[in-house]
């Protein structure tokens, strides 16, 4: 499998850099404490690794345990996102789940009566739904503040592939929460994966998990276990998921076990050290728990690649977490003029909206396609992205390098 640019590293290389790794750790005759900040980091170096599905070079990026798509393979698909190539974020590695044995678990003193659990088979059996929806991940085009506005932030590097629209079939979660005996003094739930723990600079953080509010988790939420019309593929969160339109993608965990109800507010890592807004511009604790994704633009072109001379129209797509997408402007000249790109098929407010432009390139070299999407609520993609340390909502427009042969 491909390895990350920059580790830069064969596999005999790797291979000796953990052998080492281990080696030296042995010398110092020290077990436990010392020997975790090395060995993780060994194991980071294989680009996929804990991914079950292919990842072919020309449909995804593989960056460490997770994997984004390339937008030129987005170019001639229909209004969803194959599975084949539908970006990966895994904090550790897909887990293998026998539905047979598996339950979702619902408890907490949030319930009126005891713990209720439902079996996959019980789960299918339930009224279904259906639900056109993105899933985005906070992280989404993070590497653009540092190659579009010099910041320095921590996490994965995504460039703008970190999104996927696909078609969830599951039961409604207000559904599942009516069976298992809500009662009205709840207003926190929190959705529990069953991967393993999440281990970050030494330490253990637990399972992934995530509070969500209960007006949020009644209005709209799916428990998915279909995708695209098919049962939810292992990197996807079979058996089971949440699906919580319009947010961070970290809302809507995977491989769902189980689903704590709370009279009072809950917290966890997922909602105090990560999914806020840190910096210069922002309180010691951070913003409030981050929400709604916002608006962003991608073109269906490889990332600073080649584009034909004989090119006569470019094809994008734009979505926002705040309603439907109403218009996107397209500029192929840096920012200098801006034309109205028209949008065809299906423009879901909560998946995304479809465009073409007419462009004819003026002449080989370099160029940059910008384009600036507004939504239902009037807000345009600005220029610049707020800086946030740990590179959160990028959503200021993109300058898509191209070179025209
Ligand atoms: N259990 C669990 N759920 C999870 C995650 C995870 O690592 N474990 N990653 C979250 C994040 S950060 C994102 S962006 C989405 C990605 O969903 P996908 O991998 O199906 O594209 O899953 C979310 N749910
Ligand atoms: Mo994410």
Request: hydrophobic share 40%; proline share 9%; with cysteine.
């Amino acid at each position: 499998m491909a390895r990350s640019p920059d580790a830069d590293l064969t596999d005999e290389a790797a291979y000796e850099l953990s052998r080492r790794a281990v080696v030296r750790l042995s010398g110092y005759g020290l077990g436990g404490a010392l020997t975790l900040p090395f060995l993780p980091d060994a194991a980071a170096a294989e680009d996929g690794a804990g991914i079950v599905k292919p990842l072919p070079p020309e449909l995804f990026v593989p960056r460490g345990t997770n994997a984004e798509t390339r937008w030129e393979a987005m170019l001639g698909q229909g209004y969803l996102t194959p599975v084949d190539r539908f970006f990966v974020r895994n904090h550790v590695a897909t887990p293998r789940i026998d539905a047979r044995a598996w339950r979702l678990r619902i408890w907490g003193d949030g319930l009126r009566g005891g713990p209720v659990e439902f079996t996959y088979d019980a789960l299918r059996r339930l009224p279904a739904e259906t639900l056109t929806a993105r899933i985005e991940c906070t992280g989404n085009a993070r590497s653009l503040f540092t190659t579009q506005q010099g910041q320095r932030v921590s996490g994965t590097a995504w460039g703008l592939g970190a999104v996927g629209v696909a078609r969830w079939r599951g039961v409604r979660l207000s559904v599942l929460l009516e069976r298992a005996g809500i009662s009205r003094r709840a207003v926190d739930v929190m959705p529990r994966g069953l991967d393993a723990d999440y281990v970050d600079g030494g330490v253990n953080l637990g399972r992934v998990r995530r509070p969500l509010p209960v007006a949020k988790a009644r209005k709209d939420v799916l428990v998915a276990y279909e995708m695209n019309g098919r049962p939810l593929p292992p990197d996807h969160g079979f058996p089971a998921r949440l699906v919580v339109p319009d947010w961070v993608g970290v809302a809507s965990v995977k491989w769902l076990g189980d689903i704590e109800v709370s009279t009072t507010p809950l917290a966890s890592p997922w909602n105090t050290q990560y999914y806020r807004l840190f910096g210069p511009d922002y309180p010691p604790e951070g913003s409030a728990p981050l929400t709604r994704m916002n608006t962003k633009s991608a073109f269906e072109l490889p990332w600073d690649g080649e584009i034909p001379r004989d090119t006569r129209v470019l094809h994008g797509r734009s979505w926002s977490g705040n309603g439907r997408v109403t218009s996107v402007a397209v500029s192929a000249d840096g920012g200098a003029t801006w034309r109205r790109a028209r949008p065809h098929g299906p423009s879901l407010a909560r998946a995304w909206t479809r465009w073409t432009i007419p462009w004819r390139p003026p002449g080989p070299g370099r160029h940059e396609l910008l384009a600036r999407a507004a939504d239902e609520t009037g807000a345009a993609q600005p220029d610049t992205a707020p800086y946030n340390t740990l590179g959160y909502l990028f959503g200021a427009v993109a300058r898509h390098p191209v070179t025209v042969k």
